[in-house]
């Protein structure tokens, strides 16, 4: 159980492994004013940086879980970096299913709810592990305008335009589910490209240490291609953000 070694070569070189950055991470929880001792449960948790950095500077305690071996050691060597190992723990696992043993206060999925089989199914599943009144923080791609045809779809690596709402629309999707926005930070086109560029060049990197490796030839297509597809659909079209939600009351 893990991840395809494709992945861990494009992302090495970052801490979070989505289109918000560090900086926004922590614009958000600082928003939230989460206080101290706040127990947290992360699905798709990567690398760990939110739950590491918010242990850091807010005194939250909380548990990862993520499919991927390579990211789950990172995230236990971030813990033990901060100095927060005995507040934050990070479980190799399938998030999917994961539910907590005892009622977080917040639980999160951050751009990964596919665990789910989409945003309606992640929020049920992230519902399982929260204390009634929790917050729930779901990172989800939307339309930031509306893809004119079938190529900027697929070139936003969507199969169907209906796959996404619009900003609007997945706002009210939100509520449709029952649930009250209360915050939101959002990628912008410049953290797309900080997370976009950085995979092209940790991608070279890897191909000029390992020009031979049986992924060498689909990574060299990759990045042949990849810089242009960015620039022409995602940074225009795609639009990233993390949304905090709480249950409405009834």
């Known amino acids: 159980m893990d991840l395809p070694r494709s992945f861990t070569i494009r992302e090495s070189s970052h801490r979070v492994l989505n289109p918000i950055t560090?900086?926004?991470?922590?614009?958000?929880?600082?928003?939230?004013?989460?206080?101290?001792?706040?127990?947290?449960?992360?699905l798709a948790s990567g690398k760990g940086e939110m739950l590491c950095t918010w242990?850091?500077?807010?005194?939250v305690a909380g548990v990862g879980v993520d499919i991927s071996t390579v990211f789950t050691?990172?995230?236990?060597?971030r813990a033990v970096e901060l100095g927060v190992a005995d507040r934050v723990a990070f479980?190799?696992?399938?998030?999917?299913?994961?539910?907590?043993?005892?009622?977080?206060?917040?639980?999160?999925?951050?751009?990964?709810?596919?665990?789910?089989?989409?945003?309606?199914?992640?929020?049920?599943?992230?519902?399982?592990?929260?204390?009634p009144g929790g917050?729930?923080?779901i990172g989800e791609p939307y339309w930031r305008l509306d893809p004119p045809d079938q190529a900027t779809?697929?070139?936003?690596?969507?199969?169907?335009?209906?796959?996404?709402?619009?900003?609007p629309g997945l706002l009210e999707r939100f509520g449709e589910l029952g649930w009250d926005v209360v915050e939101m930070v959002l990628a912008d086109q410049d953290s797309w490209d900080r997370y976009a560029a950085a995979?092209?060049?940790?991608?070279?990197?890897?191909?000029?240490?390992?020009?031979?490796?049986e992924l060498a030839g689909e990574l060299r297509a990759e990045l042949a291609t990849a810089p242009v597809r960015h620039a022409r659909y995602q940074r225009?079209?795609?639009?990233?953000?993390?949304?905090?939600?709480?249950?409405?009351?009834g």
């Open 135 to 137: 917050t729930l923080l």
């Open 199 to 213: 995979q092209w060049l940790n991608v070279r990197r890897w191909l000029d240490r390992h020009p031979d490796d």
């Open 91 to 131: 479980v190799h696992g399938d998030a999917s299913g994961h539910v907590s043993d005892e009622p977080v206060d917040v639980a999160s999925c951050i751009g990964a709810t596919w665990i789910g089989g989409g945003v309606p199914g992640t929020v049920e599943l992230l519902e399982r592990s929260l204390r």
């Open 22 to 42: 560090v900086d926004k991470l922590a614009v958000l929880g600082r928003a939230l004013d989460l206080p101290a001792g706040t127990r947290m449960l992360d």
């Open 73 to 77: 050691a990172a995230a236990r060597e």
């Open 236 to 249: 225009e079209y795609l639009g990233w953000g993390v949304f905090a939600l709480m249950r409405r009351p």
């Open 55 to 59: 242990a850091r500077d807010h005194g």
């Open 153 to 167: 779809v697929e070139g936003c690596h969507m199969s169907r335009k209906d796959e996404l709402r619009d900003l």
